[in-house]
């Protein structure tokens, strides 16, 4: 059978609730950030995106706070449903690719 | 909504065997890209394409692999000689510019579930 992966990190939220997802980046040199969710089963999806000469940046209940002195990125959803609930990635953009980060595991209670 | 659409969506294969993966991108994209993820791991850089050529890729990008468009929309992934760690979910994107120029910069395929045996 196919072997278990490492286990994701894992936020557990009430519906209703906020959630705040982390991540920390890894190139200095990366200037572009965007944040997937990846539903089961799915590819990975554009959420929202920031470049380096912003600190935030908000969309449809979600927010990206960016911190490039500690390279750290954040994804803020407000009011947090169950269709929230998926893997969520962040990606740093050094050069011409996408890399994305590990991932964490969402999981919204009704 | 336009899509990235991806065949087959699961493919089992012995080890040794060649298996061609095959995606149609976006039509008005210009930049194509493949990433694989193991199960329940983070998603990984392959190979980047523009212009019918590679423009970038990774170390797990070995001789083993390649990448072609072979006409107009098709963009395929080729592993010559399977092995066992190759066994993964395959995902295309698509980009209409490259990685570096703005929103909604990647859309992905559903993926291609590759077991090798």
């Known amino acids: 059978g196919e072997s278990v992966g490492l286990h994701l990190p894992t936020l557990s939220v009430q519906e209703g609730d906020n959630s705040i997802i982390n991540c920390a980046y890894s190139?200095?040199?990366?200037?572009?950030f965007i944040w997937y969710k990846q539903e089961s089963g799915k590819g990975p999806q554009f959420i929202i995106d920031i470049r380096s000469n912003m600190d935030k940046r908000q969309g449809q209940r979600v927010t990206v706070l960016l911190n490039k002195t500690v390279k750290h990125l954040s994804l803020q959803i407000a009011a947090t449903q169950p269709g929230d609930s998926a893997v969520y990635f962040c990606?740093?953009?050094?050069?011409?690719?996408?890399?994305f980060g590990p991932g964490t595991s969402l999981s919204v209670i009704p | 909504e336009p899509e990235v659409t991806q065949t087959p969506s699961h493919q089992v294969t012995q080890m040794g065997q060649e298996v061609i993966l095959r995606c149609v991108p976006i039509s008005n994209h210009l930049y194509f890209y493949w990433y694989r993820q193991i199960l329940g791991q983070k998603v990984e850089f392959l190979v980047s394409?523009?212009?019918?050529?590679?423009?970038?890729k990774s170390e797990i990008f070995d001789d083993q692999f390649s990448v072609e468009r072979p006409d107009g929309s098709n963009f395929t992934l080729k592993i010559r000689s399977t092995k066992l760690e190759d066994s993964a979910m395959y995902f295309c994107a698509s980009s209409e510019d490259g990685a570096l120029s703005g929103a909604n910069v990647l859309t992905f395929g559903a993926g291609s579930r590759l077991t090798v045996l």
């Open positions: 990606a740093e953009a050094p050069y011409d690719k996408v890399i």
């Open positions: 394409f523009y212009n019918n050529e590679i423009s970038e």
């Open positions: 190139n200095s040199a990366s200037d572009y």
